[in-house]
């Protein structure tokens, strides 16, 4: 039984391999799109979103993007994880305006419909680590985001949190796959207009 529900996932990591790049070895695109991966108590991201971040403000300054969507929705102790990652990239010399923020991205599956309804994202780089790329690129291959993944692994993680986000994979690659399938657009649920305009603002 459990080999048959992580299957899917190892599929989808042969199938997506070729996609998957170095930050230095990436082409243009329009925007990068960061998803979240939780904060600390005191609201700075945790180690994998950091590198997450830092990857996305290497490709903005190499130029391989000119936009970047950032999009988080834990929030801990009074602090949102969009909060975390729009101070640090600033930080990392990403100008303000070159950044779109993304306060309700609870799942890949919506991120990335809001990256195409939204912001009317049509192609775009995946920043992420490697454990959470092929699903990503699934969903936005299923939805018509032309994208490609770059590794934000800058660093190794511990045995249990790779074990953990590892085994998170694979009931998150089973739903994406239901949600592709089954509902398809339908899932989303976009934030209001004045819900954006005022995160914008």
Not at 45 to 69: C, F, K, N, W
Not at 164 to 192: C, K, M, Q, Y
Request: glycine share 6%; with cysteine.
């Amino acid at each position: 039984m459990a080999i048959a529900a992580a299957l899917p996932g190892w599929i989808l990591a042969r199938r997506y391999a070729p996609a998957i790049l170095e930050p230095d070895s990436a082409p243009q695109r329009s925007v990068a799109i960061v998803f979240g991966a939780g904060i600390r108590s005191d609201g700075r991201p945790m180690r994998v979103l950091e590198d997450r971040v830092r990857t996305a403000a290497e490709l903005y300054h190499a130029g391989s993007v000119s936009q970047i969507l950032l999009s988080g929705a834990t929030e801990r102790m009074g602090h949102h994880e969009t909060d975390a990652m729009l101070e640090l990239i600033l930080q990392l010399g990403v100008p303000r305006d070159k950044l779109w923020l993304d306060y309700e991205g609870t799942r890949t599956f919506e991120t990335c419909i809001r990256a195409s309804t939204r912001w009317s994202i049509k192609d775009a780089i995946l920043v992420t680590q490697r454990f959470h790329l092929p699903r990503a690129l699934l969903i936005c291959d299923g939805i018509g985001i032309d994208s490609i993944g770059v590794a934000a692994d800058r660093r190794a993680y511990s045995r249990p949190s790779m074990a953990f986000w590892r085994l998170r994979e694979i009931p998150a690659t089973l739903r994406a796959l239901w949600d592709l399938n089954v509902h398809g657009r339908e899932t989303a649920s976009p934030p209001p207009a004045q819900e954006i305009n005022d995160h914008e603002s």
